[in-house]
């Protein structure tokens, strides 16, 4: 269903629609998901650097571009994909502007969602890209909602393993189905495997996308040190929160942390979207592997000292 616009601060979330329609809707920043805080300031991103085609060129690297919100590019070694993008359509005020626009975009392999919110899955955004992409990959939940408008989609379980040109894919698990704790936000039970992260095998190194989750602790603390770790550190009580967020940083504590989910929607007074990187910076080990990366900045993949 779809929702109005904020008033005096406050936003509601309105649910995912049922299993037989298009989803449409936000995350868990709406409908009481998350209390309102005192903050009024919110950390912005630094500006944008726009791209092209040629970021999507053959390469003899992995390129990783953060595209705002939890999304990113992915060109390893010439194989293209994106993670969650958000790149037209969101229904907040945004504070960026968009790297490129889904009409620029000129060929995917592959595009990954990790679940079905709509800063996440954006339906406008996918169907904009679905002419360029060979495939999306998703969730069996949000593979059914890919379906409903005709995307060239793939559901998979979680551990569930799969290929797009040299990248090898896990789909890890995730925790945040949030819409269970609010009676009348959705028509359907959601289910744990609804939501999902990826563990991408690179040429150049290890990529990993955990989702929006909370803390899984015998997962999220124990995985091979990956070489670059899509952030989210918002203090959201459905995604890790900024505490668990520090443990997940210091587990892996060479890793470069990509930061996400922070500086690019509109809403001071709710956590999931304003993560400030000065204040990760303070209680986090190694605090100079933070890459507060412009909407649009490349970052080139490279392995880093194993702690494990």
């Known amino acids: 269903m779809k929702i109005q616009s904020i008033a005096i601060g406050m936003a509601l979330i309105a ?3 049922s299993l037989g329609h298009a989803q449409t809707t936000a995350d868990s920043t709406r409908s009481g998901l998350t209390k309102p805080t005192e903050k009024k300031y919110q950390a912005k991103a630094p500006k944008t650097q726009p791209f092209g085609a040629a970021a999507f060129g053959p390469s003899k690297q992995t390129t990783v571009r953060w595209l705002g919100f939890a999304g990113f ?3 390893s070694r010439g194989t293209t994909l994106m993670v969650d993008p ?4 969101f229904d907040m ?3 960026i502007d968009m790297p490129i626009s889904p009409k620029e975009v000129p060929h995917l392999d592959a595009v990954l969602i990790t679940h079905g919110d709509n800063d996440h899955y954006s339906v406008s955004t996918t169907k904009g890209l679905a002419p360029v992409t060979r495939a999306f990959h ?3 939940y949000v593979d059914s909602l890919m379906k409903n408008i005709g ?3 793939f559901g998979h379980g979680i551990g569930d393993q799969f290929s797009v040109g040299p990248v090898r894919v896990m789909v890890t698990p995730a925790d945040h189905a949030w819409q269970n704790a609010y009676p009348g936000t959705s028509q359907r039970l959601f289910k744990p495997e609804d939501c999902a992260g990826f563990w991408m095998e690179t040429p150049d190194g290890t990529i990993w996308a955990p989702g929006d989750s909370r803390l899984i602790e015998d997962h999220h603390l124990t995985r091979p040190t990956p070489d670059a ?3 989210d550190f918002s203090d959201s009580e459905w995604h890790f929160g900024l505490q668990n967020a520090v443990k997940i940083a210091n ?3 060479n890793t470069p942390l990509l930061l996400c989910h922070w500086g690019s929607v509109d809403a001071p007074d709710f956590t999931p979207f304003n993560g400030d990187p000065k204040q990760l910076a303070k209680l986090i080990i190694n605090p100079g592997r933070i890459h507060v990366l412009a909407p649009g900045e490349p970052f080139t993949l490279k392995p880093v000292k194993k702690s494990k």
């Not at 958000?86 to 359509?89: I, R, S, T």
């Open 15 to 17: 649910g995912l629609t």
């Open 93 to 95: 005020p945004v504070l």
């Open 251 to 253: 587990a892996y504590p």
């Open 138 to 140: 998703s969730t069996l």
């Open 86 to 89: 958000v790149l037209e359509g």
């Open 151 to 153: 995307l060239p989609s």
């Open 229 to 231: 770790l899509f952030f």
């Open 73 to 75: 590019l992915v060109n």
